[in-house]
């Protein structure tokens, strides 16, 4: 959480938002995750309706959701020195869902039918684990899912996401109308300049 909480205040200061992705859709990792500042969160592994709304749930004050209201000890709140804070918090939640199994897509109608979701995250290595092509997101099967997944969410009127570090599937994503594709792993980018060369 702490770590977290660093990247929260390196990012703050700029016009950017940051994405929070916890562990698991567990009420309690979110709300720790809120109180700290998290207002955007990627909610991994989401498999259908209920689930999303049990994410949605754990993001909302009541009587709209279980958030806790601690706000007086969190910096969420500034501490209780934002003016109303627990009115206006609900509306300045986004709550992204990650679809990564045959499962979920099956039931990607009804979670896109959950108030409180925002947009949806195509997980392309684990769906593609899932539908039997494991370490292969390009297989023909496997795109034609996730490009039936884009036009769905956009037709829904939800912001579709993926990740995608082929050049040419990020482009076609991009046309299909994903709103958010991100193009590498920060592992990947920051070892890319070293590979090659001898250790010394």
Known sequence: MQTVLTQLQAIAPYPSQ????PSWNDPVQIKQLLDVGAQTLLIPMVQNADEARNAVAATRYPPAGIRGVGSALARASRWNRIPDYLHQANDAMCVLVQIETREAMSNLASILDVDGIDGVFIGPADLSADM??????QHPEVQAAIENAIVQIRAAGKAPGILMANEALAKRYLELGALFVAVGVDTTLLARPIRGKKMS
């Open 18 to 21: 940051p994405v929070v992705r």
């Open 132 to 137: 039997g092509f494991a370490g292969n997101p």
